[in-house]
């Protein structure tokens, strides 16, 4: 029987569905037997979309149109008054995904989203009794409490820095539960893109194939703050990922540009060419956006301040902690920082080479394990005698 597979993610931020869809094409592209199924878990929670009908947005919308315009400053507070919420409908919660798993009977489940685990993990054991939990962490760190690690659950967790692994650690949680990897989930085109002839892309793609180049991105819905970036570094050649904004990359090319030549890059599947044709990296410290630049050989230069997500900020210090970069408290300090790095770049690329991110190979041979001591777990209670666990129907999980 193929053993069936789901990865759990929502669409706020972006971030956690690419790692969903990078884990899903690793899976397959490695060979693994399995059916490895998508749940949005925004749409088993309001599978009538209610809160849409209401307010003419889903939940994840409201979140990603701030991002967008850098709207961040208070969400340490807000996402405090979150967990008190969902803490709070516990109980519903567990039941409505509980009757889920019911239903889809799956085999193992992996979360790729933070705030919930409580009630994922809780409604896995109360629908499919056995069934392997697993956390995949795809930030850098944890916030504790309560946001991605929470003590006391029956889960793995899989942590792509030691930082990480230390947090599930001091919440309890022994060998073989914490499962260390090399770093944050990537699409497969991050591991299969060469090593970038940078003049020769940039050529291509119409810019000065001489110059120095930086690439500025802030996730896929971009940011209004890269119009200020752009303003305080009129002669360097910048490569502006605006994702999903159209709006943002309207006002880009809009700007007057001395100097410098500019390209506003919308939504594109093919971020890996435009990274290869940048020297280094701009943007905000989210996770996804530096390992994809550091997997391409990017050193960076990134933001921290109040308005820096209370989940990113761990993020910055890492950055230089690694040598893999410079951190800004403003786009006033950027063209300091540009020149510091510029001037010392073979040092910050070598620092660069040293990472070596397999995380997108290494997380489905957990995975791997887990399932078959799983399945070791049945054939031992058959050998004894004794029920295997059997999940629930739909029906009982409500009682």
């Known amino acids: 029987m193929v053993p069936k597979i789901d990865l759990v993610y929502f669409n706020a931020g972006g971030g956690h569905r690419a790692a969903a869809l990078a884990l899903k094409s690793a899976i397959a592209a490695q060979g693994w037997p399995w059916q490895t199924r998508l749940v949005n878990l925004a749409e088993v929670l309001d599978p009538a979309q209610r809160f849409r009908r209401v307010t003419g947005l889903a939940p994840e919308d409201l979140y990603n149109f701030r991002l967008a315009r850098g709207w961040t400053?208070?969400?340490?507070?807000?996402?405090?008054?979150?967990?008190?919420?969902?803490?709070?409908?516990?109980?519903?919660?567990?039941?409505?995904?509980?009757?889920?798993?019911?239903?889809?009977?799956?085999?193992?489940?992996?979360?790729?989203?933070?705030?919930?685990?409580?009630?994922?993990?809780?409604?896995?054991?109360?629908?499919?009794?056995?069934?392997?939990?697993?956390?995949?962490?795809?930030?850098?760190?944890?916030?504790?409490?309560?946001?991605?690690?929470?003590?006391?659950?029956?889960?793995?967790?899989?942590?792509?820095?030691?930082?990480?692994?230390?947090?599930?650690?001091?919440?309890?949680?022994?060998?073989?539960?914490?499962?260390?990897?090399?770093?944050?989930?990537?699409?497969?085109?991050?591991?299969?893109?060469?090593?970038?002839d940078r003049?020769?892309?940039?050529?291509?793609?119409?810019?000065?194939?001489?110059?120095?180049?930086?690439?500025?991105?802030?996730?896929?819905?971009?940011?209004?703050?890269?119009?200020?970036?752009?303003?305080?570094?009129?002669?360097?050649?910048?490569?502006?990922?605006?994702?999903?904004?159209?709006?943002?990359?309207?006002?880009?090319?809009?700007?007057?540009?001395?100097?410098g030549k500019r390209l506003v890059v919308e939504f594109t599947e093919d971020v890996p060419t435009y990274m290869g044709a940048a020297d280094f990296f701009i943007g905000k410290p989210g996770p996804g956006c530096l390992s994809e630049a550091l997997q391409l050989g990017l050193p960076i230069i990134t933001f921290g301040n109040a308005w820096t997500m209370p989940q990113e900020r761990f993020n910055v210090r890492w950055v230089c902690e690694q040598g893999v970069g410079l951190a800004v408290r403003s786009t006033a300090g950027l063209p300091a920082a540009t020149a510091e790095l510029l001037a010392d770049l073979p040092r910050y690329r070598q620092r660069v080479a040293l990472m070596r991110n397999r995380a997108s190979f290494e997380v489905p041979r957990i995975l791997e394990q887990l399932l078959q001591r799983s399945r070791q777990t049945v054939h031992d209670l058959q050998a004894l005698r004794l029920p295997a666990p059997r999940h629930r129907s739909p029906q009982e999980t409500l009682q």
């Open 73 to 196: 400053l208070g969400l340490a507070q807000e996402l405090r008054i979150l967990q008190a919420g969902i803490r709070m409908a516990h109980g519903p919660l567990t039941r409505r995904l509980a009757a889920h798993w019911a239903d889809a009977e799956p085999d193992l489940v992996v979360s790729l989203v933070p705030n919930f685990n409580r009630a994922l993990q809780a409604s896995v054991a109360l629908a499919c009794p056995g069934v392997p939990f697993v956390t995949v962490l795809t930030d850098l760190a944890d916030l504790p409490p309560h946001f991605w690690i929470e003590p006391g659950l029956q889960q793995h967790v899989i942590c792509g820095t030691e930082e990480a692994v230390a947090q599930a650690e001091a919440a309890g949680y022994g060998p073989g539960c914490v499962w260390r990897v090399s770093g944050m989930l990537l699409r497969q085109a991050f591991h299969e893109h060469p090593a970038p």
């Open 199 to 259: 003049p020769a892309l940039r050529a291509k793609l119409g810019l000065q194939p001489d110059q120095p180049t930086a690439l500025v991105m802030f996730g896929g819905y971009g940011s209004a703050q890269m119009l200020d970036i752009a303003r305080v570094l009129p002669g360097l050649q910048l490569v502006l990922m605006c994702g999903r904004n159209a709006r943002l990359a309207e006002r880009l090319r809009a700007l007057p540009g001395p100097g």
